[in-house]
Each structure stands twice: as structure tokens, then as C-alpha cells.
């Protein structure tokens, strides 16, 4: 019966990728996947890998690009059954596979291409070794978990979280706390971190470690957010199917009771296997504003959860209960799956579309093309955002030049190292200095035709692209025919969403100094901001002297809370070596909120 199950689940989840246009993460890694897919930011490469793969057996295809998202989800199911009869038998383990086949959010993996499904794979795969060796002794099985996870690392960094657990688990029981006397755990962890560490250390040594900044503190500002713990809690019920969310807390909390009471080696492995990453992202909730809440980053705890929760309702004969949690998260499913292509929920309550980031994109792409096709030869597109820039290069069948603006997502992503790399962010526009443009954007994101008026000569706006259904209108693309742009102007354009704006004037030597020079302000704050962290070649020289009264930005903005806008760092020549040097500055907001500021500069040190 489970193999029918699997069967069918596989059939359903093609079909759907194969129709559904792809949501704007997935546009992201199909780009990744042809350009940088090395790239360790803002997520480790295995993703972009995978896609890339995909594509080269099924072309630029949706379901190229989902293609191993939907092999590894159905997969899973394998490792998950094979944990659950290990731990409690055929029963449960027939309760746990189902469980993980209808979860609402387990189901979305299992079609889109993002880390998720392959992460949820190789956690099962590691859980399941991990079990073997725990219970065998064997080298060989602790070898295999560490190989298994310092793979996972390259798809997903918050495995990582895979560690703390492991030794919360050999903690709690004596039977653990005898492992931890044994060469196994620690070979697991040195397999692990020889697979991982050497090439992410190579990789972003020369950047920084841009990745850790961004994961460990840019996405990060202090301050209790009770919102953000309810909002973590909500979408969790829904995301894990209510009735199944709230038995799998209750069997976790069950199992570390057990675990304390017994010393029930069964129970410590199930309880830390998933109370460390629950934990973790409910406190992260909690207590800090996260510049972009993934409330599903720590999906990989239901797997031992779910199975904690079977094992509860085995042991209380719940059958019943059982039948009904299941019924409940494959209803919940269905109906996201309802929503998805009729939008019927949302049109009851009047809102927006709950799923309206995978609506529009062909639409939009075809229209732009026709727009392009009347603009003269050499012309660019301009999205407001990565989202329409990156969709628009997946579905466009009219090569021209791709640019994006600065925009909050970038920075809530850690897009922007990415977007430098791959020629599309804003400080590459200085290359079509005087060119023409087809500029579009999402109406939610905002754009006000005399903002683009700053940075080109003539602007004209063109019919929207608009997506309805059920009579309304659920999205709208506006787009806009823009002439001569004019790259001079473009830092003192403050339409930016989110996070300071700015830009660097001067970088020359003086005698024996470099002296490097430019302005800051936040939208929301004003200035100065609450740092500036400037670069040479892509590496820290450190922070720079603001406060520096710049009446030219107070004039240009109208703003006269940008006054002290200017910052200054001086610099000794006889450091640097002679040659061609690049100076790049990143501005942090006071909610930490970090953004690169336009344009990079370039200055000789002679000889």
C-alpha cells in the first residue's frame, strides 16, 4: 500500500511541477545554476547544482528545474519508514510515512526547487544511520551519518544543527554517555567536517565569509517580538497540519519526560532530534525582528516528531486519532493545493492571493518581450527587484542585457554578493550609461514614475500586466518605457524599500593617504546610520568616520534629516600593494539591515 502511496505521490508532484510557473526562489537558482553555481551565497550550491542538472536532462523546463526537489521528496519516504519500524515497529512506521506524504509543507517540497526536500532527505538518511550506529557500534555506520551530513551541509547550512542534538541525545542516557567514550561520534563529526569545511573555507575566505555574516548577524536585529513567535507558531499549525503539529509537540515533550524519567534510550533519541531545532527558531522568533522570517527552516525536527507522535498514539491505542490527524493534514494539503490554482479562499475573505508569487511570471516575461522588441537595438531590462529581473531571464525568449535595483529583498535574501558576482545588480548599470530601458515592476513593490524621472530622461508608463481571476484582479505588473539612463544620478535615488541608501564619491590618493568618501542615510532613521563598513577588493578595511555634513545630499533629497549623511575613511598608501584597487562600502541600518551602496569606485596606488 505504501508503495502505491509512492507511487502516486511521485505522479501527482510531476505533474505539478511540470505546470505550475516557477516562484521567484526558483527563478533565483536557475540563474545560480547557470552562472555561479559554486556560489556559497546566500545558501550553499548543492541546490543550484541540482537544478542545473535537472535542466541538462529536461531543458529550461519548470520541471527541469524541479525535477530532483521531486526525486528526493519521494524518496524521503524510504529513510522515514525504515526510522519508524526501526523505532517502533510496522504500525508506526505506516503512520510516520503517510504523516510525511501529506504534511502540507512536506507536500510543497516535494514540488518546488528549494533546499527543503533534499535537506529533509539527508536528515531522515542521517537520523536513520545514525540510529544503526548508536545501536551496532559499528565504525562503518558512524562514518556513512558523517559522510550523509557534511553532504547535507552543502545544501542546507542549518543541518549543521545536527551536532547539538547528537550530543543532547548521547547526554541524556547512560547508554549515550558511553558512546561518547567511543572513537564513533567524533568520526562522524571529522568525516563530516572534512567533506564540508575545507571547500566552504576556500570558498569564502576571498569573500569575507560573507555567508556567516549574513546568516549569524545581518538577518538578525535584537528586540522581543511576540508577533514573531505567534507568527512562527501560526504558520507552523498550518504548514504541519494543526491536529498533527499539536500531537507531535505533545509526543516530543512525552518523549524527553520519558527520556529523563527512564532513561529511555528510544525516547532521549527522538526528544533531541527535534526539541534542539524547535527550540532554536521559536527563540529566534522570539527574540530577534528577522529580516526574513523562514518559519519552515527547521521542518527537518517533524521527522522524528512525526514519529514521536505515532509511537504516542500506538502506546494510547488512538487509532481513531491517528486516522483523524491524517485526514485533517491530507484535507489541509488538498486545500492549499485548491487555493494554489482557484484562489478560492482568498476571494472569500477579500484578500490577496495567498499564493500570488507563482502567478504572472510567463505573462509578464511575454509582454516585456514585445515592449523590448519596440525599444532600439542594445536595450536593457530593469527590474525593480531580483524577482522580476531573474523570472523575466527565465521565461524571456529575447536576449537582452539583465539589471536589478537595489531593493530590501536583496538584502533580506543576502542576494546582493550574488548579483555583483553575476552582472545583474545595480552597480554594474553604469555600463549602459545613456541606454534605453524596459523597467518593471510588481505593484506591491512600489514605484512612483518621477522617482525614475532622477535617472532617465523620458518615462512613459505602458499598460500593466494584470492576472485575475474569479473577477478581480489578484496581480499587476506595471511597466515602463524609459530612455537615456543616466548612471550619475543614481545615488541620490531614495526609492530604496528597507535599509539605508547611499554611495561612494571619491576614492583617490592624497600624497600618502587614500582618502575614500561618500554619503549614507536610512529612509526610516535619517542619518548618519549606524555604520559604514568599507572595502578594498572585496576585503574589510574597516568602518568609517560618519557624521560628515554633506548639504548637496540634503538638497537633492529634500531631506534635512540627511544632512550628516557623509562618511570619510583615510587610508596609508604605503600599505596597500601598487596597482588597480576596487572600493566597495556596505552601510548598516540601526535594525541592522545591511545594504551595498551604489557605485563601486576604482583607484590607482602607483608604483
Known amino acids: 500500500m505504501l508503495g502505491g502511496a509512492a507511487l502516486l505521490l511521485l505522479a501527482a508532484r510531476l505533474l505539478i511541477a511540470h505546470s505550475l510557473a516557477l516562484i521567484p526562489d526558483e527563478a533565483l537558482y536557475a540563474w545560480e545554476a547557470a552562472r555561479a553555481p559554486y556560489a556559497f551565497s546566500p545558501q550553499p550550491p548543492g541546490i543550484a547544482l541540482l537544478v542545473g542538472a535537472g535542466m541538462a536532462l529536461l531543458g529550461k523546463t519548470e520541471l527541469g528545474v524541479r525535477l530532483f526537489s521531486v526525486l528526493f521528496s519521494t524518496a524521503t519516504l524510504l529513510p522515514v519508514y525504515f526510522l519508524a519500524r526501526a523505532l517502533g515497529g510496522p504500525a508506526v512506521a505506516f503512520f510516520a510515512t503517510l504523516a510525511a506524504a501529506l504534511v502540507p509543507g512536506f507536500a510543497a517540497f516535494g514540488v518546488l526547487a528549494t533546499p527543503d526536500a533534499p535537506q529533509l532527505f539527508f536528515w531522515s538518511l542521517a537520523l536513520l544511520l545514525t540510529w544503526r550506529a548508536l545501536n551496532s557500534s559499528r565504525l562503518a555506520d558512524w562514518v556513512l551519518a558523517g559522510l550523509v551530513v557534511g553532504i547535507s551541509l552543502y545544501v542546507k547550512y542549518v543541518l549543521v544543527l545536527y551536532f547539538p542534538s547528537l550530543l543532547l541525545c548521547l547526554l541524556l542516557t547512560p547508554q549515550g554517555r558511553a558512546q561518547l567514550r567511543t572513537a564513533g561520534p567524533y568520526l562522524a563529526a571529522l568525516v563530516a567536517l572534512v567533506v564540508f569545511v575545507p571547500v566552504f573555507a576556500w570558498q569564502q575566505y576571498p569573500a569575507g565569509w560573507e555567508a556567516l555574516r549574513y546568516h549569524l548577524s545581518e538577518r538578525h536585529a535584537p528586540g522581543f517580538s511576540f508577533h514573531g513567535l505567534s507568527l512562527y507558531l501560526l504558520i507552523h499549525a498550518v504548514f504541519f497540519s494543526p491536529l498533527l503539529y499539536v500531537l507531535a509537540l505533545v509526543a516530543v515533550g512525552a518523549a524527553g519526560r520519558l527520556a529523563l524519567k527512564t532513561n529511555d534510550h528510544r525516547a532521549a533519541?527522538?526528544?533531541?532530534?527535534?526539541?534542539?531545532?524547535?527550540?532554536?527558531?521559536?527563540?529566534?522568533?522570539?527574540?530577534?525582528?528577522?529580516?526574513?522570517?523562514?518559519?519552515?527552516?527547521?521542518?527537518?525536527?517533524?521527522?522524528?516528531?512525526?514519529?514521536?507522535?505515532?509511537?504516542?498514539?500506538?502506546?494510547?491505542?488512538?487509532?481513531?486519532?491517528?486516522?483523524?490527524?491524517?485526514?485533517?493534514?491530507?484535507?489541509?494539503?488538498?486545500?492549499?493545493?485548491?487555493?494554489?490554482?482557484?484562489?478560492?479562499?482568498?476571494?472569500?475573505?477579500?484578500?490577496?492571493?495567498?499564493?500570488?508569487?507563482?502567478?504572472?511570471?510567463?505573462?509578464?516575461?511575454?509582454?516585456?518581450?514585445?515592449?523590448?522588441?519596440?525599444?532600439?537595438?542594445?536595450?536593457?531590462?530593469?527590474?525593480?527587484?531580483?524577482?522580476?529581473?531573474?523570472?523575466?531571464?527565465?521565461?524571456?525568449?529575447?536576449?537582452?542585457?539583465?539589471?536589478?535595483?537595489?531593493?530590501?529583498?536583496?538584502?533580506?535574501?543576502?542576494?546582493?554578493?550574488?548579483?555583483?558576482?553575476?552582472?545583474v545588480s545595480s552597480v554594474h548599470l553604469a555600463r549602459e550609461d545613456g541606454g534605453d530601458s524596459l523597467f518593471v515592476t510588481a505593484e506591491t513593490n512600489g514605484i512612483h514614475e518621477n522617482a525614475l524621472r532622477q535617472i532617465f530622461s523620458q518615462v512613459e508608463e505602458l499598460p500593466p500586466v494584470e492576472i485575475s481571476a474569479g473577477g478581480r484582479v489578484l496581480k499587476r505588473f506595471r511597466l515602463f518605457r524609459c530612455l537615456s539612463f543616466d548612471h550619475r544620478a543614481f545615488d541620490t535615488l531614495i526609492f530604496f524599500h528597507g535599509g539605508p541608501a547611499g554611495g561612494i564619491d571619491l576614492a583617490e590618493v592624497r600624497g600618502n593617504v587614500l582618502v575614500i568618501e561618500g554619503w549614507a542615510a536610512d529612509e526610516k532613521h535619517g542619518a548618519p546610520v549606524a555604520r559604514v563598513e568599507v572595502f578594498l577588493d572585496d576585503r574589510s578595511v574597516g568602518d568609517a568616520n560618519l557624521g560628515l555634513l554633506r548639504p548637496d545630499v540634503r538638497n537633492s533629497t529634500g531631506r534635512d534629516d540627511f544632512l550628516p549623511s557623509g562618511w570619510q575613511v583615510l587610508l596609508d598608501v604605503r600599505r596597500l600593494p601598487p596597482g588597480e584597487h576596487r572600493v566597495t562600502a556596505v552601510a548598516y541600518d540601526r535594525a541592522g539591515t545591511a545594504r551595498r551602496l551604489s557605485i563601486p569606485r576604482t583607484v590607482i596606488v602607483a608604483q
Open 269 to 423: 533519541f527522538l526528544f533531541s532530534f527535534s526539541v534542539v531545532s524547535l527550540v532554536l527558531f521559536a527563540l529566534l522568533g522570539a527574540l530577534t525582528e528577522r529580516q526574513h522570517f523562514r518559519e519552515h527552516w527547521d521542518a527537518p525536527a517533524y521527522v522524528p516528531a512525526i514519529i514521536a507522535a505515532g509511537i504516542w498514539l500506538e502506546g494510547r491505542s488512538a487509532r481513531r486519532l491517528g486516522a483523524a490527524t491524517l485526514a485533517l493534514a491530507a484535507l489541509t494539503t488538498a486545500f492549499v493545493g485548491v487555493e494554489l490554482n482557484a484562489t478560492f479562499a482568498s476571494r472569500v475573505i477579500g484578500a490577496p492571493s495567498f499564493f500570488s508569487n507563482v502567478l504572472g511570471w510567463r505573462q509578464m516575461a511575454d509582454q516585456a518581450d514585445q515592449a523590448l522588441a519596440q525599444l532600439p537595438p542594445g536595450s536593457f531590462f530593469l527590474g525593480i527587484s531580483f524577482t522580476e529581473t531573474l523570472e523575466h531571464a527565465f521565461y524571456s525568449r529575447r536576449p537582452v542585457p539583465l539589471y536589478t535595483l537595489d531593493h530590501s529583498a536583496h538584502y533580506k535574501y543576502g542576494l546582493g554578493p550574488l548579483l555583483d558576482a553575476t552582472g
